[in-house]
């Protein structure tokens, strides 16, 4: 996925500057229509444990695919190969970070009924605080 992140990338920054706008415009449909359904708040039902831990997996799926869209199209928004490869290796981080802190929350949480939506919600907090932080990071090349 590197090599054809870079590859696509390089496509991009050598097209003509209108072109490369244009091109760019393309990414950041997606990436801003991810962002936008992240903003909003986790299940919020009352009626017991189970209908929301349902819920939670629903959102967890949701905001899976939303982040790889967004951070699949924030890739090729970076202005240059360096910028593309610190993004990619602060990712693999962040990754180590979040299989951290998931195998916790299943230790913290163990069993029990509430133990799902737990876990879910650390995750959906997990995804929505990084890709809030790329935006800080990365705003100047989402906003360009």
Known sequence: MKTDSINELQSVIGL????????????????????ARQAGTACQTTSG????????????????????????????????QDQLLTLQQSEKQWKAYSDSTMKATR??????????????????????????LLVEIYDLNISQ
């Open 107 to 132: 230790a913290a949480w163990p069993d029990g009924t509430a133990a799902p939506g737990v876990a879910g919600q650390v995750y959906l907090s997990l995804v929505r605080d990084y890709m809030r």
């Open 16 to 35: 003509p500057l209108s072109q490369a706008v244009a091109a760019r415009e393309v990414y950041k449909k997606p990436l801003k229509a991810a962002l």
């Open 49 to 80: 444990q189970q209908p929301y831990n349902v819920c939670m997996g629903k959102e967890d799926e949701t905001a899976y695919s939303d982040f790889a869209i967004f951070y699949n199209n924030l890739q090729m928004l970076c202005h240059d």
